[in-house]
Structure formats: structure tokens, C-alpha cells
């Protein structure tokens, strides 16, 4: 009885001991993650993305079919984890197959990058369509016939 009561005293005393310990010593001075970097917040609301015309096609050896769409960001700030849901619809309408891709992390103003989505065949495939969304709310999209990359000076005028 005694050396339990003996135990429990020993780890009293060594737990507030160890505690003042921990408790004096000083950590090191944090440093600034974004210190020197130029930051802009994402955009909230309503982004615009610029769209090529996607392409689709068979993957040949499986069962699955790719869609390519260039996308370029032409709002005025980034747009976060940019998403593509391309449905697949039958003669009636009914959706038969559905395929999704995102960016992960920011599409930044201007940049220019290519998605591409692959979905699982189904033979009464018959047409598609796309939804775009972003982590901080709708996309107003604009088809254009082409797509290119600006040029590092062109980036930067912007």
C-alpha cells in the first residue's frame, strides 16, 4: 500500500518538475511563410474561364473515353481547385456516364493549362455537356477558338 502511494507521489512530483522544465525553455523565432511573396486571395463568386473546344476521343486497349479542354482564367485574381464535370447523355437525355476533373491549387490570371477527363464508355453514349465550378463559387465560361500560353513578359503587364 505504501509503495503505491510512494509510485503516485514520484509521478507527481517528476510531472509538475518536468512541466517547469518545458515551461522555461524559449522557442525559436518563427519566420514568415510568405514574407518577400507577392500574395493575391482567390477569387470569391463568379470567376470567368476561357475554354477551347474540348476533343474527345477513344482510349484505345480500355474501356474508357478522353476529353482535352485547354482552360485559361480571365478574371482579375485566382481561381481555386478549378472543376470540370463532363456529363454523357443517351437518345432520351438520360445520363449514362459522367467523368470529373479538377486543378488542384490556383490557376492563376492569364495562365493557360490543359484538363483532361476520362470517362468510362458506355455504348449509348450519344452526347455530352460540361459544368465548370471553382472552391469559391460559380464559372461564367467563354469559348474561344484558341488558346496560347502568354509570353513571361506578357504575364506581367497584367
Known sequence: MNLARFTVAATLIGSILGAGTLAAQTAPPMKSVLAGKKFSPPVR??????????????IPGKNLVQTTITVRNGSLAPVARLQITESWFDKAGAI??????????????GEVQIITIETP??????????????ANGTVKTARVPKLEAPTPGEAEKK
Open 45 to 58: 463568386g463568379e470567376a470567368l474561364i476561357e475554354f477551347t473546344a474540348p476533343v474527345t476521343k477513344p
Open 96 to 109: 449514362v456516364a459522367s467523368g470529373r476533373k479538377a486543378i488542384n491549387g490556383l490557376l492563376q490570371p
Open 121 to 134: 464508355y458506355n455504348k449509348q453514349m450519344n452526347g455530352n455537356s460540361f459544368n465548370f465550378t471553382h
